[in-house]
């Protein structure tokens, strides 16, 4: 099992421009989440999907759009990437709710 | 807003001594979790402590939880230079998808 998959790695944008950063997950769990991670702080929330066919705001959801396209993958847009988007972005799944599995998370860089 | 909050932020120790780490949070909770990071990765889970619960063992990991003042301590002993990396707490309040709120971390450098 590959576990929760993130890409890309890297990004480098231009102010203005849109991306979409791609998650999956292959543990059949119903709970999905996005987390933006800045330097010396903790994670985030951006959205989370408790299960398919829902989505819900979370601590920081400006500027930021999700997509639950099925039970396995979870997207989050960026319509216009702004400079202080600039960040690491983690996806999460969960099935329970207790325990979290994280992908290796997308480098963000906007310019 | 982050509702764990570690202290210390940095700590620094000798291989083979033991590291404690603390949490605080505001809010009740249903229960509080601890994370690793290694540098430039992804999140691991290493412990869940439930609400009912004051104490919990996981190979070399010891957490205590004392939700009377909102607080909880990870203990690593005997402490090995591959424990070097950031550790965070997460608790959950509850609720329909179990959102965890994290903490800011406590990086932890374990000297060989």
């Known amino acids: 099992n590959a576990g929760v998959t993130q890409t890309p790695k890297f990004q480098v944008l231009k102010t203005g421009q849109s991306m979409t950063l791609q998650c999956a997950q292959d543990m059949n769990h119903n709970s999905m989440y996005w987390y933006r991670q800045d330097p010396g702080m903790g994670l985030r929330l951006i959205y989370y999907?408790?299960?398919?066919?829902?989505?819900d705001k979370g601590e920081v959801p400006n500027g930021y759009n999700v997509s639950r396209l099925n039970k396995r993958e979870f997207s989050l847009r960026l319509e216009s990437a702004a400079p202080s988007q600039t960040s690491v972005y983690f996806c999460a799944s969960s099935e329970s709710g207790d325990t979290q599995y994280f992908g290796p998370g997308t480098r963000l860089t906007v310019l | 807003s982050q509702q764990g909050e570690e202290d210390p932020q940095a700590l620094s120790i000798q291989e083979g001594e033991n590291a404690t780490m603390n949490c605080s949070y505001k809010t009740s909770i249903n229960n509080l979790q601890w994370y690793r990071q290694n540098s430039g990765r992804g999140l691991v889970h290493l412990i869940l402590?439930?609400?009912?619960?004051r104490e919990k063992h996981s190979g070399r990991l010891r957490v205590t939880l004392d939700t009377s003042k909102k607080s909880s301590s990870l203990l690593i002993t005997a402490s090995r230079a591959a424990d070097t990396a950031s550790y965070f707490c997460?608790?959950?309040?509850?609720?329909?998808?179990?959102?965890?709120?994290f903490g800011s971390g406590t990086q932890l450098t374990v000297l060989p």
């Open positions: 402590i439930r609400s009912n619960e």
């Open positions: 999907s408790a299960s398919e066919g829902t989505t």
């Open positions: 997460a608790t959950d309040a509850g609720g329909s998808a179990r959102q965890l709120t």
